[in-house]
């Protein structure tokens, strides 16, 4: 079957894809480097079949005593292991005479043999210098590296010498690939599908792992990348005098110093490692964020239905859990400060959601003032507040690192008791953002109106809680929210935003 020269279907193969592969195979190239260089023809091949169809095709062409082909010199054509003389000289097995067996049987082991044997002759790929070799050694540091994590989908991404890199773009500019694929990507996914073979239970995806393996294949060192695991919840903060986050030391910004007794932070402890410490535990992390819907000043307790969070985790070992184990721990063991309930597992996605929520707060204030404070009287005025909209300048507490505007917001629902010591309770609704302290208080004229220019006496706040804050299915659609009282469609858009970046201090 050697081809007569004017054979329709040798003449029907483009000169331009032969004419790039003989102009590579002036290097000494692999079979995977080769075929790389043609990756999107021929759909379901590998780049090693490709590669070596083209040396078969070559060597067929190039046999031809015809002047069509003056690109495969006689170097390249030496270069080419099924020519017959070659395989003679160097003592290797004839590939198979007949043309018939070895189509179709085109990866029989003799065949295969003496082809990598003849390629690496003349010393490694000049190109990946034989990586391909070693895929699954490769894929062996990998599951090496997989064994100590869990996860149900990764990747794997290498990293390459830039060496490589400029060979493989030297090449592409010499000979022009056709369609060319990097090396990276094939070793990604050879080294990928290796690993996908050999562990059960998990899928290979690119676009968002579990964990990504990146390795680097000519030191055979790895890392990688671990999505964090994320935790959604409502805490309860059961004490005055701790901070949402942790609060590192202003003086020595974490490091320690006599300001701090060498603690290096401002309070001894926080919601969030009251939460994250069990926690980081249990999944084995190296880390954990706590990501509240707004945040409460360090003197006020969060109580009631408590406040939505997403606890993110860094760089965990274990991803799995059951949130009712979780919260009992967490409640036994920080029970006293702080306790969590509804605890589900979130995505990234989440985290902004939570933060930038619209959302509904109830609060709970014990109020005195050096005035007797009337029963009806703070009725009536308090009824006032939830009528109008609250203009608010930013407040004196917080002007050092908020930016200085009014902001509107909106009272749904306010009730009042007038204790017998004089002093009273007042239940408020509000919009998130609206600075409670302040809209009693006043602020010295920067909230108004505020239960104290209504009332026209002085009023101070003695404590604050935060009862509950609302959001999703329990503040419903926009129009559901009238269930608390008032419409708020309209003023629920971009201020609810803004107000969880400005949450209630
Ligand atoms: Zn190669
Ligand atoms: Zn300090």
Redesign the pocket.
Known sequence: MNSEPDDPAIDRVPADLLETAACALSKN??D??LGRLFAKLGFGLGNEERGRALRVVLAMVGEREDESTPFISREILERLPVHKEDIQESGMEPAPDTPTSSWNEPSSPSFNRAWMEEVSEGGK?W??E?V?HSLDELASVVLDEASRWEFSTFSVGCRMDPRTVEREQLLWQECGGVSPEPIKEELNREIGKRVFERLDGVEFDRADPDITFVLDPLYRSITCQVKPVFILGRYRKLVRGIPQTRWPCRHCRGKGCDRCGGTGRMYETSVEEQIGKHVVKILEGEDFKLHGMGREDVDVMTLGTGRPFILEVRRPRKRTFSPVDLEKVINEGSGEMVSVHSLRRASRKEVPLIKGAPSLKRYRALISSTSSLDEEKVKYNISLLAKSPIEQRTPVRVAHRRADKVRRKWVHEASVEVLSDGKAVIELLTDGGLYIKELLHGDGGRTEPSLSSLMEIPIEVETLDVMGVLFEDEMGTKEGVESHGKKVQGHNGKHQTDAQKEAQE
């Open positions: 190239l692999c995977h480097c790929c190109l990946c034989d391909f």
